[in-house]
């Protein structure tokens, strides 16, 4: 990674980021799933950090009410490796209610919050709402970087989000046979900062439309949304692993 940063009472900068990441997943069958590893990151100008990931994820149920639960950890110890102590932790709770028995009309919500603990947390470090290639915590009427900078997007130590969506089958691709599916959707989420770098601000609403296209196990997803918040707006394009 090689990023523009602009934080606040700071001069912008330039973040640099190479990782590398080893990990092992356990499916002990089509419901639960396990996985541990370990990633070091080579950083400028924060200092490097090895990172401890344990993720955990049940599927209880897979028919026409589907539902998903996912935890996610991360820790590092500088007595270990790298230079840094920090701990930290997300929790997911997604759900899909099938409306049409030809399945052609679908109603997903999804819930997920996290948080971090540690002495001096680099804000590159912090949770980033918002959409790009790199975000894992889509808040769709906010662009992740503004006019390709980082650090101007909601972020903090602690989240909370929900994704909202009502998807609805409106075509087949011609030669692969792909669905094709209108989407709308609504975004609720709030961040919190310990350390007070960001002003601490209220709670972010963001509407939008998009369009998908289904394969096997990735989804082409093209979005516009809008922040009925704060009036921003963000458009993207990109491919994604299915998550249903």
């Given at each position: 990674?090689?990023?523009?940063?602009?934080?606040?009472?700071?001069?912008?900068?330039?973040?640099?980021?190479?990782?590398?990441?080893?990990?092992?997943?356990?499916?002990?069958?089509?419901?639960?799933?396990?996985?541990?590893?370990?990633?070091?990151?080579?950083?400028?100008?924060?200092?490097?950090?090895?990172?401890?990931?344990?993720?955990?994820?049940?599927?209880?149920?897979?028919?026409?009410?589907?539902?998903?639960?996912?935890?996610?950890?991360?820790?590092?110890?500088?007595s270990v490796l790298g230079?840094?102590?920090?701990?930290?932790?997300?929790?997911?709770?997604?759900?899909?209610?099938?409306?049409?028995?030809?399945?052609?009309?679908?109603?997903?919500?999804?819930?997920?919050?996290?948080?971090?603990?540690?002495?001096?947390?680099?804000?590159?470090?912090?949770?980033?709402?918002?959409?790009?290639?790199?975000?894992?915590?889509?808040?769709?009427g906010h662009p992740a970087?503004?006019?390709?900078?980082?650090?101007?997007?909601?972020?903090?130590?602690?989240?909370?989000?929900?994704?909202?969506?009502?998807e609805r089958r409106v075509?087949?691709?011609?030669?692969?046979?792909?669905?094709?599916?209108?989407?709308?959707?609504?975004?609720?989420?709030?961040?919190?900062?310990?350390?007070?770098?960001?002003?601490?601000?209220?709670?972010?609403?963001?509407?939008?439309?998009?369009?998908?296209?289904?394969?096997?196990?990735?989804?082409?997803?093209?979005?516009?949304?809008?922040?009925?918040?704060?009036?921003?707006?963000?458009?993207?394009?990109?491919?994604?692993?299915?998550?249903?």
């Amino acid at each position: 990674r090689s990023e523009l940063w602009d934080i606040p009472a700071q001069d912008q900068f330039r973040y640099k980021d190479t990782a590398v990441r080893v990990g092992l997943k356990h499916i002990s069958d089509h419901r639960i799933e396990f996985g541990a590893g370990l990633q070091y990151e080579l950083r400028d100008p924060v200092t490097n950090i090895g990172k401890l990931l344990v993720h955990a994820q049940y599927r209880p149920l897979n028919g026409r009410f589907k539902s998903q639960t996912r935890v996610d950890g991360f820790g590092s110890r500088a007595s270990v490796l790298g230079n840094l102590n920090s701990v930290g932790a997300t929790f997911e709770v997604a759900n899909r209610l099938v409306l049409s028995e030809n399945h052609s009309t679908s109603v997903d919500v999804s819930l997920r919050g996290g948080t971090m603990r540690g002495a001096h947390v680099p804000v590159e470090d912090y949770f980033i709402l918002g959409v790009d290639n790199e975000t894992d915590y889509p808040l769709r009427g906010h662009p992740a970087a503004v006019g390709g900078i980082y650090g101007k997007s909601p972020m903090g130590t602690d989240f909370i989000r929900a994704n909202n969506d009502i998807e609805r089958r409106v075509a087949t691709t011609p030669y692969l046979k792909s669905p094709i599916l209108g989407v709308l959707f609504v975004d609720v989420a709030k961040v919190f900062d310990r350390n007070r770098i960001y002003p601490q601000v209220g709670w972010f609403l963001d509407v939008g439309v998009g369009a998908k296209i289904e394969f096997k196990d990735s989804e082409l997803v093209a979005l516009y949304g809008r922040s009925v918040t704060d009036g921003k707006g963000a458009l993207s394009l990109s491919m994604q692993r299915r998550f249903w």
